[in-house]
């Protein structure tokens, strides 16, 4: 299996230096996991591409958005910490500070209209600075 090969959702990447513990998103080119790095036993968020072979324009926008992100000192952004050479392409780390994602907390919570209110200002805010 290639260093990025997701290619069943319960297989994880190989990544050099970092141990996945679990998948957290699947989307259509990328993955995101909780992994654990190990130098440091520090948590972070791993989001890596499906393809062994990425195009030219999915590395570019994988190194936008970790060189875009890296300069935003705004909260509610999670701040990448390293973009990792994978093969012939790319894992993004990210701080990883505990939270779950909306899709998540909706599953396991009814949202009243205020909790929907206050969710929408929250990325009103964020989307702002």
């Known amino acids: 299996m290639s260093p990025l090969n997701a290619s069943s ?24 996991y ?3 790095q ?16 990425p195009t030219f324009s999915e590395l570019i926008q994988f190194r936008n958005q ?5 300069n935003l000192d705004v909260p509610g952004i999670v701040q990448p910490l390293d973009l990792e050479p994978i093969g012939n392409s790319y ?10 994602s909306l899709q998540q907390y909706c599953q396991q919570q009814q949202l009243s209209l205020g909790d929907v ?3 929408a200002l929250q990325l009103t805010s964020i989307l702002h600075n």
């Not at 998103?25 to 995101?32: K, Y």
């Open 9 to 32: 959702i319960n297989s994880f990447p190989e990544v050099p230096g970092y141990r996945i513990v679990e998948q957290i998103h699947r989307g259509s080119r990328t993955s995101v």
């Open 38 to 53: 190990h130098h440091s036993q520090r948590l972070v968020i791993l989001k890596a591409l499906h393809s062994s072979y």
């Open 34 to 36: 909780r992994a654990v």
């Open 66 to 70: 970790y060189a875009i992100t890296q």
């Open 117 to 119: 209110l206050n969710i």
């Open 91 to 100: 894992a993004l780390i990210m701080e990883d500070c505990g939270s779950i």
